[in-house]
């Protein structure tokens, strides 16, 4: 007959597993506010497991239940996609799970934490709070804290926030650019449509004020197409339509983008390295939009061998990393100033003379898009400037 304490911990261990479920799910749909339900949930659930001297509950004797239970909420933990840390009395941060050992590369107590995560655990408050940064990605700190034994544990949840503010950034600068160019073409075009008309009028006059008339109209005419050119490059980060994705092999897209890539002139004369695993995971993409994407970044890389010395490539790989397809395009160029390597995916930001600072941000609005990203690694030989378009994948695709 299985005893009370052992019934209480089973209950525990289901309600654990249920919470579990709810945050994958809460997490891949981006349903914050089921996500924080479950984290508090599994919370509850996980400390009068977790705790060396439970009050209500004796110590059941030593059988294989207890193991069997152990090994269940171990694996329900490690199922959870969000990092799960404990913070106690002892001020020391433990990984609870294997996305947290994963993201601070420990077994046990992550080293070098940083402070403004400490302070974000250590608030009075408790719930979703301050977002703070972790290896380069935005994390929403979630804390909820259970009394037990007269000792206070801080649960901690680290839900990745990088995407969501980065979609954020990119439709608030999309809004932007569609009112000012809207305003700057409304006054632009009026201003070109006279400076020409009155060029015509000046036609068969011989005087030298006419022309000197003529010259500076003609100049008009220029700046105000080449305005008029540089608005609409702008304009199309505007217009982004939404994408349409259906299943794709990400190889099959690089082959034949590639391709295409290799008949621009920019092109010319750069050898591309292309390497692909013998099974690569199938991805779900607008192929227009994303082979745009890739021929933006594969331009970029092009434009920056062309003042290199020495051999000029491109590497162009898919490798998987954790949880995540990364499609990575790296070149020999000069690589990027590390006074810039913040500001390259800005709007407006740009390393060429006759660039518009445009190609990058538009690569990453595509990627973001799909619910990916569009990151600057670090170096990594022979390769000066690695750029990454990275995609989450589903648990059941983490088998393919």
């Known amino acids: 007959m ?7 911990r089973l209950a525990l261990a289901g309600g654990l597993a249920a919470a579990a479920m709810l945050v994958f799910e ?8 089921n996500l924080i339900l479950g984290l508090m949930v599994a919370a509850g659930c996980a400390v009068p497991l977790l705790r060396e001297a439970p009050d209500a509950v004796p110590e059941p004797p030593v059988s294989s239940v207890p193991a069997a239970e152990g090994a269940a909420l171990a694996a329900a933990l490690d199922q959870v ?4 840390l404990s913070y106690g009395p002892d001020r020391c941060v433990r990984a609870l799970n294997r996305a947290a050992r994963t993201l601070f590369r420990t077994d046990d107590r992550p080293a070098d934490v940083p402070v403004e995560l400490t302070d974000a655990i250590e608030r009075n408050d408790t719930g979703a709070g ?10 929403a700190v979630g804390v909820s804290e259970v009394v037990t034994a007269g000792r206070a ?3 901690v949840s680290l839900a990745d926030v990088q995407s969501e503010l980065r979609v954020a950034e990119a439709t608030a ?15 632009l075009t009026p201003v070109a449509s006279l400076a020409g008309v009155a060029r015509k009028h000046l036609d068969g006059e011989t005087s030298e004020a006419a022309g000197a008339a003529r010259e500076a109209l003609d100049f008009l005419i220029q700046r105000a197409g080449g305005l008029a050119r540089f608005v609409e490059a702008y304009r199309s980060l505007a217009r982004l339509p939404e994408p349409e994705p259906e299943s794709v092999d990400p190889g099959a897209l690089l082959h034949d983008v590639i391709r295409v890539f290799e008949q621009s002139p920019v092109a010319r004369g750069v050898a591309i390295d292309l390497d692909l695993p013998a099974d690569i995971t199938r991805l779900d993409l607008d192929e227009a939009l994303m082979a745009q994407a890739l021929i933006n970044v594969l331009t970029n890389a092009a434009e920056a061998c062309a003042a290199a010395e020495g051999p000029r490539r491109i590497g162009v790989s898919i490798v998987r990393h954790h949880d995540e397809v990364r499609i990575c395009i790296g070149d020999t160029g000069a690589g990027i100033a590390d006074g810039l390597r913040d500001k390259i995916f800005h709007a407006f930001v740009t390393t060429k003379p006759t660039g518009t600072g445009t190609g990058l941000n538009l690569a990453r609005q595509i990627a973001l898009a799909h619910g990916g990203d569009l990151v600057l690694l670090e170096e990594s030989a022979p390769w000066s400037t690695v750029f990454a378009f990275v995609f989450r994948i589903s648990p059941k695709d983490h088998g393919a």
């Open 2 to 8: 299985v005893s009370r304490a052992a019934t209480i």
């Open 26 to 33: 809460a997490a891949e749909h981006h349903l914050w506010a």
């Open 130 to 139: 301050k977002v703070v940064r972790l290896h380069d990605r935005a994390y």
């Open 153 to 155: 544990v801080r649960l």
């Open 81 to 84: 996609p969000i990092p799960l």
């Open 173 to 187: 600068l999309r809004d932007l650019l569609r009112v000012l160019s809207h305003e700057i073409m409304n006054s």
